[in-house]
């Protein structure tokens, strides 16, 4: 089964591409002129995202967006975390965690599926803490501050295999690709 | 000459109407559905968000949509200011900039105002510096750490008239008002 994935990040495609080989999902990567709604909620940004992509690809297509909320910060950087890591980055988040005792965090992933029928929604979220300092350089993003419940590596530490062992992104592809295998729809 | 004003924001309200009272222009402020743009772009946001206001109200309408951008967190908070705002608030933008010399800041506002001839968009800027710690309870925002340039004062120490002859939004709204009201639509 092939399904495109609207993104431009080369990254994201990676990780998502191995978990959907597991189900015998094909991702095509393709740029879908990407108008987002600011919105301080994931969901609406996906679905409004996914249904632009539908258009312009007139095929069935995925978007996925993704935040790191912390929860000291009151969920700060969340729906905005690309604009904030392009602008403050990783070393803005760490000062603003200073002397911050509570350095619980989740990332939170959501994939909107567009197709003929409509839009479906998957979510993914991994709760872990931010590091104390920047460690690793695999990954992107915010990934050298995230240390993930259950291990003490951050994910900029781990290669695909392992960070997709406990990613949001790689669990919403995961339920992704299990509807579409076993309920989707069948003339994909 | 009355034209709407779609915002949810009572302070903004009270400063564009101080404005625009000077020009004969009277502001109506009115509750549109918002729905933002995520864009990094002011312009974009405000153009959009007064097509729907006006599809919405059906008579002339502006939108205002204003960002704080530090330059030496390259432009953040700019266009996500009012997330950043309920999020990391004014302590968190203070503790970003500790230790940070460069202290040059600008706010920006751009007025879209949509009528049955289309959009037109006004721009205010003002120069300033993000005080060392926050000053005064008047304004919003990140009023209390925005001193302008040829000011002492940061914005939430100055009343509304005051806050006026060097604010952003205050110059967005003249602009508009003077064009409305030279070149604008005569049947307002």
Known sequence: MRVYFATSNVHKVEEAKHVAREYGVELIPTQAP???L???????VAVYAAVLAYQHV???????????FIIALKGFPGPYSSYVYKTIGVNGLLKLMEGVEDRRAYFLSVVAFAYSEGVKVFYGRVDGEIAREARGSKGFGFDPIFI??????TFAEMDVEEKNRYSHRAQAIRRFCEWLVNEGPSHL
Do not use: C, F, H
Not at 58 to 68: F, N, R, S, Y
């Open 34 to 36: 990407k108008i987002e």
């Open 38 to 44: 600011q919105s301080d909620n994931l969901r609406d």
């Open 58 to 68: 007139k095929a069935p297509v995925i978007v996925e967006d993704a935040g790191l």
């Open 148 to 153: 993930p419940k259950g291990s003490t590596k």
